[in-house]
């Protein structure tokens, strides 16, 4: 959120992509408070259950007549504990969210991108935990060093269009972590 309201006060529109219309309320009024003169899209879409590319191509159709300068990836979750108390099903949503959510979004939305006159910027958010193996998040940190490498890989293959943004933050207070410590 601080984001959006950072780059809304910098003159950018804003569109923002989550599963529960009320936060996506929320964040609109909170940003159209901070930022007069932006305009502001929401799109309410449940990104843990999207696991195909097509799936992605049909949630960024909606946004195709947008010139997109900076994605910013924030989708995720992690479930702490030993891997074989993890259920398949927390496997599944962890990797789609972690790993091929930021994959996948920026993969459909780069060939809009790319066609700006101007550079365009991918903001991935990574974590501390791809800078070492910790115990009770392994699953997570595996999904955030793939990621990692990817954004160090398109940071190459497009440097001449994009610059490429990977924010590790250690430890942050969320919703899914209320006390900001592991």
Known sequence: MAFAIDLAKEGF??????????????AEKKI?????????????????AMTKIAEYTELTSKIAHLDIGVLITNAGTV????FRDITPEDIQMVMNLDALHPLYLARTLMPQMQQRSKRSALIFTGS????????????????????????????????NK????CVEPGEVKTLLNPRGSV
Do not use: E
């Open 13 to 26: 529109n804003i569109c923002i992509i989550s599963r529960s219309q009320t936060k996506l309320d929320d």
């Open 32 to 48: 159209l408070a901070s930022a007069k003169g932006v305009k502001t899209m929401t799109i309410s879409a449940d990104l843990g």
């Open 79 to 82: 479930n702490m504990g030993p």
């Open 128 to 159: 501390g935990f791809a800078c070492t193996p910790m115990t009770g998040v392994v699953m997570y940190a595996a999904s955030k060093i793939f990621c990692r490498y990817i954004y160090q890989g398109w940071n190459y293959d497009h440097a």
């Open 162 to 165: 994009f610059d490429v943004l």
